[in-house]
C-alpha cells in the first residue's frame, strides 16, 4: 500500500510540475514575444539527444531481476569511460557533472538570444524535473511489478501445495 501510495504521490507530482512549466513557458513566451519562443526557431535537424535513460537490472533479494531506470545527461556518456579509468573523488566528479549540465541548459537556451526571461528558465527546470520525476515513476512501477510477480508465485506455490492429490478413484 506504501507503494502504491508513493506511486500516486509521484504522479501527482509529474502532472504539477508538468502544468507549472507549461505556464512558465507561456508566461515566458508573452513577455519576450512570441517571435523570440515559436517552433520556427526549433532547428529541424538530428541532434544527439542531450539527456538519456540508462536500464539496468537489479538483483532482487536474488530471485529475479528488475530493470532499474537511471538518467544520463550528455556529459556523463562522454565522462564515462574517463572516470572509469581515473578513480577522481565522488565530490569533485559531481561537482564537474553539475557545471557540464549547467553550461549545457545556458547553451540550450542561447538559441532564444542573450537576454533570457527568468520563466524560460524557470520552464526548463521543470521540464527536467519532470523527466527526473518520470523515471523515479518507472523504477517505482518496477518495483511494484516485481513485488507483485513475486506474490502472485508464493500463492501460487502455497495453492500447489493445498491441492490434494487425486487418488485414482472415479
Known amino acids: 500500500m506504501d507503494s502504491t501510495d508513493n506511486y500516486l504521490t509521484l504522479l501527482d507530482s509529474l502532472s504539477s510540475t508538468l502544468r507549472q512549466g507549461w ?3 507561456a508566461i515566458a513566451r ?3 514575444g512570441a517571435s523570440r519562443i515559436n517552433g520556427a526557431l526549433l532547428d529541424h535537424k538530428s541532434h544527439s539527444a542531450a539527456t538519456s535513460v540508462q536500464v539496468d537490472q537489479e538483483d532482487v533479494d536474488s530471485m529475479e531481476a528488475q530493470p532499474r531506470f537511471s538518467l544520463l545527461y550528455s556529459s556523463d556518456i562522454a565522462e564515462m ?8 573523488s565522488e565530490s569533485g566528479a559531481q561537482l564537474d557533472v553539475d557545471d557540464q549540465i549547467q553550461k549545457e541548459r ?3 537556451l542561447s538559441m532564444f ?3 533570457i526571461s527568468p520563466k524560460l528558465r524557470a520552464a526548463q527546470l521543470s521540464f527536467e ?3 527526473e520525476t518520470l ?3 518507472a523504477n517505482m512501477r518496477s518495483a511494484m511489478l516485481s513485488s507483485f510477480d513475486r506474490v502472485r508465485k508464493e500463492l501460487d506455490h502455497q495453492k500447489d501445495d493445498m ?4 487418488s485414482g478413484r472415479q
Do not use: H, R, W, Y
Open 106 to 108: 545556458a547553451k540550450l
Open 129 to 131: 524535473t519532470a523527466l
Open 81 to 88: 569511460p574517463q572516470l572509469s579509468e581515473e578513480k577522481t
Open 30 to 32: 508573452q513577455s519576450m
Open 113 to 115: 538570444g542573450t537576454l
Open 163 to 166: 491441492e490434494p492429490v487425486p
Open 135 to 137: 523515471v523515479e515513476i
Open 23 to 25: 505556464l512558465d513557458l
